[in-house]
């Protein structure tokens, strides 16, 4: 009688453990995936920065050209 009591016990506990483990995972997934996300972002932002600041010199460049005589 009581080692079926205690299997019972031991079979819950591991459900339990399976199914926290199980949750885990995905929090974990999701996280990484909020990472990558933000991660592109940041990235797609840096790119846009940059050629931004690259067709501000070219311009300054030729600003500077078209005024100058020399």
Known sequence: ??????????SR???QFSA????????????????QE???HVAKLRALRLAKEAADK??????KAN???S
């Open 1 to 10: 009688m009581w080692k079926s009591a205690r299997k019972l016990a031991k």
């Open 20 to 35: 926290t483990q199980k949750k885990d995972k995905q929090v974990l997934n999701e996280r990484e995936k909020e990472r």
């Open 67 to 69: 005024s100058d005589p």
């Open 13 to 15: 506990a591991e459900e």
């Open 38 to 40: 933000k991660a592109a």
């Open 58 to 63: 070219a311009a300054a460049e030729e600003a």
